[in-house]
């Protein structure tokens, strides 16, 4: 395995020490499971993630406080099961992401079917870049290896605390991405536009307060990134939706892609976000356990506006 690193402070050598182990551990166990059968890899991910709704109560509560703010018209049993459903498909992922950097493409191939690939070429041809512009459903890490099978892109991407899972995730996205930008890197971004690349954003994660307004997320005032009107603004690049839907029955994946926005962006952020913020909950409304609710999708609030999540409970230390 490739294990460079971009943080000077960590040389290569530094991975083989003991506190790595752990993490070496799991990533060998992630690479055995590329062996299986998919609908095998499938089961043991479902596993995982049941595993971790009972062992996880506080992202079981703010999943399940994003789920109550977004689907209040749902029966407290509906919005229960979803909660379950939610960790099921977040536990999926990972057996995926094993898939997505270490699979074949004889593998990859038969699992994804595109509608609307013609809408990404069609934009590609303005010879202005394309944003990809996606969210963060839990099958979206092979979803972006099942594309890249079709049509080459660059891929944004958030730094992982771990600098050894960290090193190994850019370099596998490098490799079956093309080039895997920083989301802070707004010069790379832009570079990749510039080089009429399409480059995949999901702006659909809160940042806080700072280059965000706040515009309804599913019903919900969210701080929400003003970065794709910008960027689209400034490189003239188009803005393709881009979103996976995992099917039922270990089917695969259905990835849809649709034309490109017309008049975006208005000049007006929050219409611009709010627009952004419509078409992702248009697609999530349609597979709504596939969403990434484990995060703090509402934790930046109005001014005046408290918090809708719990604070995380700290073990107390016994008394000495």
Not at 125 to 154: D, Q, Y
Not at 178 to 186: G, I, K, L, Q
Not at 252 to 281: K, M
Request: with cysteine; hydrophobic share 40%; proline share 8%.
């Amino acid at each position: 395995m490739n294990v460079t690193s971009e943080n000077a402070d960590i040389k290569p050598r530094a991975f083989l020490s003991p506190r790595f182990w752990p993490t070496w551990l799991g990533i060998g166990a992630l690479r055995l499971l590329v062996a299986l059968p998919y609908a095998i890899q499938m089961r043991i991910g479902a596993l995982m993630g049941l595993l971790l709704y009972y062992v996880a109560p506080w992202r079981r509560t703010v999943t399940r406080v994003n789920i109550d703010l977004c689907f209040p018209e749902l029966p407290p049993e509906e919005r229960a099961r979803m909660v379950r459903q939610c960790f099921i498909h977040a536990g999926m992922s990972l057996p995926e992401t094993a898939l997505c950097w270490w699979g074949t493409p004889q593998q990859l191939a038969p699992l994804g079917k595109i509608d609307g690939l013609h809408h990404l070429q069609a934009a590609i041809a303005r010879g202005r870049g394309v944003i990809l512009l996606s969210a963060h459903m839990t099958c979206l890490e092979i979803a972006g290896r099942l594309l890249a099978l079709h049509h080459p892109f660059h891929v944004m991407y958030k730094r992982h605390r771990n600098p050894l899972f960290e090193a190994i995730m850019r370099g596998a996205r490098e490799r079956q991405f093309e080039r895997a930008v920083s989301h802070h890197d707004v010069r790379g971004m832009l570079q990749s536009l510039k080089e009429n690349k399409a480059i995949w954003y999901a702006p659909d994660q809160d940042f806080g307060r700072k280059q965000s307004v706040f515009a309804p997320f599913m019903g919900v005032a969210a701080a929400t990134l003003t970065a794709p009107a910008r960027l689209a603004k400034i490189s003239g690049a188009a803005v393709v939706p881009f979103f996976p839907e995992r099917l039922d029955d270990n089917r695969g994946y259905r990835l849809v892609i649709l034309p490109a926005l017309e008049d975006f962006p208005s000049g007006d952020e929050v219409s611009d976000a709010t627009r952004i913020n419509t078409i992702i909950g248009q697609h999530i409304r349609r597979n709504p356990e596939q969403y990434l609710w484990l995060h703090r999708r509402f934790k930046t609030r109005p001014e005046g506006e408290a918090s809708p999540y719990p604070g995380k409970s700290r073990r107390r230390r016994p008394p000495k």
